[in-house]
C-alpha cells in the first residue's frame, strides 16, 4: 500500500510543474461550445506459453472504444460504449478455454437554461451492462438504468484552441506565418477548426476541405500574418498534417456538478425496478500548452422505499493527468479511488484503489502503441489477499475514425 500511495504522490504532484509556454494565449481562454467529434479504437494483444507445461497456454484480449461529443450554446449530447473479450487456456491437461465478454455504453444530454450556456442545466442519462463471465456466477447477464436531474456549469472542450496553437506554430517554422498572432486571431481560427462537421455538411465529405481551408486562410490573411497572399500548397499541406494525421490530446476545462434521480431497471445481482439517487462533480483544468488534468467524484445509492440510507453508499473518484510530450508520445495516468460505506455501520468498509500509468507512441494516423503500468489494491477488514498488485501492458490500438 505504501509502493501505491509514493506513486499516486508521485504522479499527481507533477501538476504542480508547468512548463513555460512561448504563445501568451491560454487554453481557458476558449470558451466557444459549439463542437463535435467522435472517435473509435479497437485494442487487441495476445500471449502463448508453451514448454513444461501439459499444454500450450494462452490469451487472447480485444477492446473496442467508442465515443461521440456534440455540444451547442444550448444543449450537449455525450455517449461512449466499450467491449471487451479475452479468450484464455491454462497449460493444465483439464483446464479449458474460457471466454469473457462484456459491454458497457452509456449516453446523456443536458438541456442549459441560461442565454451564455453555462450555468443552470437539465439532464436524461441511460446506461446499459452486459456480462457474461465464466468466473463470475451472475444471476442477470444486463444491467440497465435510467436518471434524471439537474445540474450547473459546464465542461468546455478546448481542443480546437490547441490544434490551432499547434497549426500557427507549424506554419511559421516553415516561414507561411511571419510575425505574431494575437489572441483574438488564435481564437477565430479555432472557431473554424471546431466547424468541420458545418463545412461537412454543406459541402459534402468529398469536396469540405478546401473550403474549410479557405476559412482558415481568410482569418490569417485578414490578421496580415502571411508571407503570401494564400497558404499556398505547403500551408494546406500542415495544416491538413495537423488536423488529420498528427494526434492532439484532448483539452477540457470548466467543471460542473449534478444530481439526479432514477430507476435501476435491472442489475447484475438480479434487482429491479429500484430507485436510485447519483451525484456528481466534475472538474477539468489544462496546464500550459501540455498537460490535462481532469477529476470526477460521484456518489451512488439505491433508495430502498424511497428511503435514504437503508444501502451502501458508494464514493468513487477519477483522476487523470496526462502529459503530451510531444506530437507522437502521451504520458497518461489515471488513478480510482473507490470507497463502499456498508448502511449497517458494524460492517467495515470497502477501499479499492487503481492505479496506472503508460506510454502511448502514435506511429500512424491509425495505429497507435501502448505501454502500461498498473498497481491494484483491495482493503476490506482481514482480507488475506492485501497486496499490492501489479500487472505491465503492452497492445496496439487502431483507430477506426
Given at each position: 500500500m505504501k509502493k501505491m500511495m509514493k506513486w499516486m504522490a508521485w504522479i499527481l504532484g507533477l501538476v504542480l510543474i508547468v512548463p513555460a509556454s512561448a504563445v501568451a494565449i491560454e487554453l481557458t481562454d476558449y470558451i466557444d461550445p459549439d463542437i463535435y467529434w467522435q472517435d473509435a479504437e479497437l485494442s487487441a494483444m495476445f500471449t502463448a506459453r508453451d514448454g513444461n507445461r501439459d499444454q500450450t497456454s494462452y490469451d487472447a484480449y480485444g477492446e473496442v472504444d467508442w465515443e461521440l461529443e456534440y455540444s451547442t450554446l444550448p444543449m450537449k449530447w455525450r455517449a461512449a460504449a466499450v467491449g471487451t473479450m479475452d479468450f484464455n487456456r491454462g497449460g493444465d491437461d483439464d483446464d479449458d478455454t474460457e471466454e469473457n465478454i462484456a459491454?458497457?455504453?452509456?449516453?446523456?444530454?443536458?438541456?442549459?437554461?441560461?442565454?451564455?450556456?453555462?450555468?443552470?442545466?437539465?439532464?436524461?442519462?441511460?446506461?446499459?451492462?452486459?456480462?457474461?463471465?465464466?468466473?463470475?456466477?451472475?444471476?442477470?447477464?444486463?444491467?440497465?438504468?435510467?436518471?434524471?436531474?439537474?445540474?450547473?456549469?459546464?465542461?468546455?472542450?478546448?481542443?480546437?484552441?490547441?490544434?490551432?496553437?499547434?497549426?500557427?506554430?507549424?506554419?511559421?517554422?516553415?516561414?507561411?506565418?511571419?510575425?505574431a498572432v494575437s489572441d483574438a486571431t488564435y481564437l477565430k481560427l479555432a472557431a473554424v477548426i471546431a466547424r468541420e462537421q458545418e463545412y461537412q455538411s454543406r459541402y459534402s465529405l468529398r469536396e469540405y476541405e478546401k473550403f474549410w481551408y479557405e476559412a482558415m486562410e481568410e482569418v490569417l490573411r485578414n490578421e496580415g500574418v502571411l508571407a503570401e497572399e494564400t497558404l499556398g500548397a505547403m500551408g494546406v499541406i500542415r495544416i491538413q498534417d495537423i488536423l488529420t494525421v498528427e494526434n492532439v490530446l484532448e483539452r477540457k476545462h470548466g467543471w460542473e456538478a449534478r444530481a439526479g434521480l432514477g430507476f435501476q431497471i435491472v442489475d447484475y445481482s438480479g434487482n429491479e425496478a429500484d430507485p436510485l439517487f447519483r451525484a456528481a462533480l466534475e472538474y477539468a483544468k489544462p496546464f500550459g500548452l501540455q498537460w490535462q488534468f481532469m477529476d470526477t467524484v460521484t456518489y451512488a445509492t439505491i433508495l430502498e422505499d424511497w428511503d435514504f440510507g437503508d444501502t451502501d453508499h458508494n464514493f468513487t473518484n477519477i483522476a487523470s493527468l496526462t502529459y503530451e510530450i510531444n506530437e507522437t508520445i502521451d504520458w497518461i495516468n489515471l488513478w480510482q479511488f473507490d470507497l463502499i460505506v456498508p448502511s449497517d455501520g458494524d460492517d467495515d468498509e470497502i477501499y479499492i484503489n487503481h492505479l496506472e500509468t503508460g506510454l502511448e507512441f502514435y506511429i500512424t494516423?491509425?495505429?497507435?502503441?501502448?505501454?502500461?503500468?498498473?498497481?491494484?489494491?483491495?482493503?476490506?477488514?482481514?482480507n488475506p489477499d492485501d497486496e499490492v498488485e501489479t500487472t505491465f501492458f503492452v497492445g496496439v490500438t487502431y483507430t477506426i475514425f
Open positions: 459491454f458497457d455504453a452509456w449516453s446523456d444530454a443536458k438541456l442549459y437554461q441560461t442565454e451564455a450556456g453555462n450555468g443552470l442545466f437539465y439532464f436524461g442519462r441511460a446506461e446499459y451492462g452486459y456480462r457474461d463471465i465464466e468466473a463470475q456466477d451472475l444471476p442477470e447477464n444486463n444491467r440497465a438504468e435510467a436518471l434524471v436531474g439537474a445540474g450547473y456549469g459546464r465542461i468546455i472542450t478546448a481542443t480546437p484552441l490547441m490544434e490551432a496553437i499547434r497549426s500557427v506554430e507549424d506554419l511559421q517554422k516553415y516561414g507561411i506565418i511571419q510575425g494516423n491509425t495505429v497507435n502503441l501502448v505501454t502500461r503500468l498498473e498497481f491494484d489494491h483491495y482493503d476490506h477488514d482481514d
